[in-house]
C-alpha cells in the first residue's frame, strides 16, 4: 500500500522552531519532485514549498521565504521542512504531496501561539 506518513507537528510558541517529516512507504519518493501544502483552518489549501526529485530546485511561497527549509534524504525515503521563526499565521495542518501522480500524506497539525 501507498502510503505518505507525516510527523513532527505540534504546538510552539511564535518565534520558535519545528521540523516537519514525510517518510514515504509502499514506493520510492527518489523520482519525485515533492511539495509541502497546508491548510488553515476555514481557509483552503495553500502550497508551501517545492523539492525536485535530486534536490537541486527548492521553491517557496513569499511568506515562508528566509524562515522554512525544504530537503529530502532519499536513503531515508524521507522529506523534510524545517521551520523556524514561526509565526500564528503559519498554524495549519501541513500535507506533503507527491508529483504526479499525486499521493497525500494525512496531515499534521501545526500550532503557533502563546
Known amino acids: 500500500e501507498v502510503q505518505l506518513v507525516e510527523s513532527g507537528g505540534g504546538l510552539v510558541q511564535p518565534g520558535g522552531s519545528l521540523r516537519l517529516s514525510c517518510t514515504g512507504s509502499?514506493?520510492?519518493?527518489?523520482?519525485?519532485?515533492m511539495n509541502w501544502i497546508r491548510q488553515a483552518p476555514g481557509k483552503g489549501p495553500e502550497w508551501v514549498s517545492f523539492i525536485n526529485s535530486g534536490s537541486t530546485i527548492t521553491n517557496y511561497t513569499d511568506s515562508v521565504k528566509g524562515r522554512f527549509t525544504i530537503s529530502r534524504d532519499n536513503a531515508k525515503n524521507t522529506l523534510y521542512l524545517q521551520m523556524n521563526s514561526l509565526k500564528p499565521e503559519d498554524t495549519a495542518v501541513y500535507y506533503c504531496r507527491t508529483g504526479v501522480p499525486y499521493y497525500w500524506g494525512q496531515g499534521t497539525q501545526v500550532t503557533v501561539s502563546s
Open positions: 509502499g514506493f520510492t519518493l527518489s523520482p519525485y519532485t
